[in-house]
């Protein structure tokens, strides 16, 4: 994800990144996501900068899970994420399992590899095929 982060920092979007509190399988938590940014900026300028002013930014997601119920992140990364443009998941759990078909208010960005062939076998696909998908935001009316 970094060097897709680093791209949109390149033009002047603001990036906020959100990592688990607790460790969970194989993901970053938010802690260790804060030392790969600091060492990361220390061998990049677009990134130092960024990190530097806040235009890059680390927030807890509020789980441990290697899924994510968007419903039920953490406060911070609810305020952070408030006027966000563009919402992107990464991951099998987060992008897949629990998110692929959702729809937001917001433009969005699934991305993940399949690593269960009982998931494959629900998307019509093979184990290890990956996922890209992009869905514009849409209007939600509640009835």
């Known amino acids: 994800m970094l060097p897709f982060a680093r791209e ?3 033009v002047g979007t603001k990036v ?3 990592a688990n509190n607790g460790p969970t399988i ?3 938590t938010a802690a260790e996501l804060t030392v790969l ?3 990361a900026a220390a061998m990049d300028q677009t990134v130092a900068a960024a990190w530097a ?3 890059l930014q680390i927030v807890n997601s509020g789980s441990d899970l290697p899924v994510i119920d968007l419903s039920k992140v953490s406060q911070q990364l609810a305020d952070e994420a408030a006027d966000a443009d563009l ?3 990464e991951g099998m759990g987060r992008a897949i399992e629990t998110n692929l078909y959702a729809i937001f208010t917001v433009d969005s960005l699934k991305l993940g590899m399949i690593k ?3 998931v494959a076998a629900c998307l019509g696909g093979r184990q290890y095929d ?3 998908k992009f869905d514009r935001g849409q209007s939600i009316s509640i009835s």
């Open 87 to 89: 919402l992107v998941l």
């Open 116 to 118: 269960h062939p009982e």
């Open 53 to 55: 002013s806040k235009q």
């Open 26 to 28: 194989n993901d970053m």
């Open 37 to 39: 940014i600091d060492k």
């Open 130 to 132: 990956c996922v890209c």
């Open 16 to 18: 906020i990144l959100a």
């Open 8 to 10: 949109l920092l390149k």
